[in-house]
């Protein structure tokens, strides 16, 4: 029997007559991953509580705080020296090792997050809203409660498998003309270099420990397992594929900043106001190998005559000395600060990506793991800017790079087009909706 048939129990089954919870529906939200991970689930909490929820996000100890302001329940997955020892391995941003680094260093969740769940009160009535990653931990956590309905968020759509076009396969685009079935294989080889042998030994081991069956293939169980699944991106941005697991719904993207409402400093103010707009630089909040970065984006914007801004935590990646026309700092909130910018160098998280859409910055994609090269296709698909790989970036084809996106006037134009619709998004009530959903499928 596939895992698909045996996800839940309850659709398989004659289900009993249920009487009224006599707690309080519980959401709770698995937020793994970096701020750009973390803050959409944040902003899709907040929603939940105005809708009268109770709701309780898991994730690292290091956003414990911005989860208390925004005013949901917080328990921590992983302690602060935890999550810095996972971004400071380097494999974590390699191609083809990153997502089992991201694996191993998450192998605490698949005790810690059934515990909690176990924790909790039986008569309340629970959902749980997580991220693609923690579905395994979710479908252990199951084993404790039966009737727990499991919803899987995709940040971005590179989380999903396809054989649809556009296919990327880590940083290699798959030719149009590649028919589905070669496809398909080429997903099952690389899937069994890179991703089974990290990830299925902890995890059948840990299965085995709640008495369920070993699996082999870690990414189908990752998309069969939960009872629905929404993507936090536009429809327009990834459209649903024939592939893709179903029921499926689109929400948008969830945009939120903690600080969207801190004034920027006066010294970047000032540095705004002194000169023409700058081109801005960050490799992602999470990123500590960004030396090289950084040196490369010095030298371009020197030729360039162009100034800058250098945005990372790590001041020791960023040149010791930088000349006037460049300025340093950890952290500022983006959603103030991109429309006063020319463009945007970065990584290509998704939620970077979604900030700079919605500010009409042209950008600029260094992709180098994970989701980043899916991203930085469809971002030169729309016509919003340009891609150079971390593995080609040196000080000259920076340059070229930038002066391209800059003197496009296509690309404002079309930047400009889209955050304009992007304004006229939905917010989080799809979502809202699609969990209780699930809650009235609970209950009935």
């Given at each position: 029997?596939?895992?698909?048939?045996?996800?839940?129990?309850?659709?398989?089954?004659?289900?009993?007559t249920k009487t009224k919870p006599s707690q309080p529906p519980h959401v709770l939200i698995a937020a793994l991953g970096t701020a750009g991970d973390v803050f959409p689930f944040i902003a899709i909490g907040r929603a939940l509580r105005q809708r009268g929820h109770q709701v309780t996000l898991l994730a690292s100890q290091r956003f414990a705080a911005e989860v208390a302001a925004a005013g949901l329940g917080f328990h921590a997955l992983f302690s602060n020296q935890e999550s810095a020892a996972m971004l400071n391995d380097p494999l974590l941003w390699d191609p083809k090792k990153g997502i089992g680094a991201a694996w191993k260093a998450q192998l605490a969740m698949l005790q810690r997050l059934p515990d909690f769940v176990a924790g909790l009160p039986a008569d309340a009535p629970c959902v749980m809203l997580t991220h693609p990653i923690g579905v395994?931990?979710?479908?252990?956590?199951?084993?404790?409660?039966?009737?727990?309905?499991?919803?899987?968020?995709?940040?971005?759509?590179?989380?999903?498998?396809?054989?649809?076009?556009?296919?990327?396969?880590?940083?290699?685009?798959?030719?149009?003309?590649?028919?589905?079935?070669?496809?398909?294989?080429?997903?099952?080889?690389?899937?069994?270099?890179?991703?089974?042998?990290?990830?299925?030994?902890?995890?059948?081991?840990?299965?085995?420990?709640?008495?369920?069956?070993?699996?082999?293939?870690?990414?189908?169980?990752?998309?069969?397992?939960?009872?629905?699944s929404v993507a936090l991106f536009p429809a327009w941005y990834g459209p649903a594929q024939p592939d893709w697991p179903q029921p499926f719904s689109h929400a948008g993207f969830q945009l939120y900043d903690p600080q969207a409402d801190t004034p920027l400093p006066d010294a970047v103010r000032s540095f705004l106001a002194a000169g023409e707009a700058p081109i801005v630089f960050t490799p992602g909040t999470g990123y500590q190998h960004g030396a090289a970065y950084f040196a490369a984006a010095l030298r371009a914007v020197r030729a360039l005559g162009?100034?800058?801004?250098?945005?990372?935590p790590h001041r020791a990646q960023v040149p010791a000395q930088l000349p006037d026309s460049v300025l340093w700092q950890s952290f500022l909130p983006l959603r103030t600060l991109l429309p006063q910018v020319a463009a945007l160098v970065y990584h290509g998280g998704i939620g970077t990506l979604a900030e700079t859409l919605r500010a009409g910055v042209p950008q600029l994609l260094v992709p180098c793991a994970h989701d980043q090269f899916d991203n930085a296709q469809r971002v030169e698909a729309l016509g919003v800017g340009r891609t150079l790989p971390m593995s080609r970036l040196r000080s000259g084809s920076l340059q070229r790079a930038l002066a391209a996106l800059l003197a496009s006037t296509e690309t404002r134009a079309r930047c400009a087009e889209l955050a304009t619709r992007l304004a006229a998004e939905p917010d989080a009530t799809v979502v809202c909706e699609l969990l209780e959903a699930q809650f009235e499928m609970h209950c009935n």
């Open positions: 029997m596939t895992e698909s048939a045996t996800r839940n129990p309850i659709a398989t089954t004659a289900a009993p395994a931990a979710a479908a252990l956590a199951r084993t404790h409660r039966p009737d727990l309905r499991i919803v899987t968020a995709y940040l971005a759509p590179a989380n999903l498998r396809t054989c649809h076009d556009p296919l990327t396969i880590g940083y290699t685009a798959v030719p149009r003309w590649m028919p589905l079935w070669l496809r398909a294989k080429l997903w099952r080889l690389a899937e069994a270099l890179t991703v089974d042998p990290d990830t299925l030994p902890s995890l059948n081991q840990a299965r085995a420990a709640h008495g369920l069956a070993p699996l082999t293939r870690f990414w189908d169980h990752m998309l069969d397992t939960a009872d629905a162009r100034r800058a801004i250098f945005l990372t």
